[in-house]
């Protein structure tokens, strides 16, 4: 049985506009402006460790509440997976693999994020922010998807953006890919060490049907 488990904010979802103006206006309500790409480098881990970071310790509950009372405020209507991903998700499921979300957002906004995209229905376990102690790069995220799936990491794959989704497929033991439509750079997904590069979704398309 092959698995595939994905990352959601910029490997399923097109999100990283509404991440980036959420996390904006979130730092203000804080009283710190940060560059985009700082916010991007973090894009991956959850928000309690990203406020931590951003704004200093003891600081990621209040970044937290800031970013959530936000993200609920603004439109996020347009929110659509990228083009083709559907299309790939169903031929997987078709062709006999097991399909989980393993994400870093919480399971609220994840299950709404997906229902909203229409991708909930392909996904057999979903692993958030609550799922596990330890969080990307940590295997934790990755083994526990694999449970949840009645799986082994044997013909498993881990698909996501960042080096954050990287680190988790190598300390699980777990062939990753790399895709560069989100946040993550041709190099960085390279030296963390992505087994698998993905320009498009064409390319994730037979990178994954041949594992099938």
């Known amino acids: ?109 994840a299950e709404a994020t997906l229902a909203q995209i229409g991708l909930l229905q392909f996904f057999s376990a979903l692993v958030c922010a609550e799922s596990t102690t330890c969080h990307k790069p940590e295997a934790e995220p990755a083994l526990t998807a694999l449970a949840m799936l009645g799986a082994t990491t044997e013909k498993a794959y881990f698909i996501g953006d960042s080096i954050f989704d990287i680190g988790c497929a190598s300390n699980a033991n777990i062939i990753s890919c790399g895709v560069l439509w989100g946040a993550g750079e041709e190099q960085q997904l390279s030296e963390a060490g992505a087994a698998y590069i993905a320009h498009n979704v064409e390319e994730l398309s037979a990178i994954l049907l041949a594992a099938l």
Not at 67 to 90: E, M, R, V
């Open 1 to 109: 049985m092959t698995v595939f488990l994905f990352d959601l904010d910029g490997t399923l979802a097109d999100s990283l506009p509404i991440i980036l103006h959420t996390s904006r206006l979130a730092l203000r309500e804080c009283g710190k402006e940060v560059s985009d790409e700082q916010i991007t480098a973090l894009i991956g881990m959850p928000l309690l460790q990203t406020g931590e970071l951003l704004l200093g310790p003891g600081m990621g509950e209040h970044y937290r509440a800031c970013y959530q009372k936000h993200f609920y405020n603004i439109d996020t209507c347009k929110l659509s997976a990228f083009p083709g991903i559907a299309d790939l998700l169903a031929k997987l499921k078709e062709g006999g693999a097991k399909l989980a979300c393993v994400t870093s957002k919480r399971q609220k906004p």
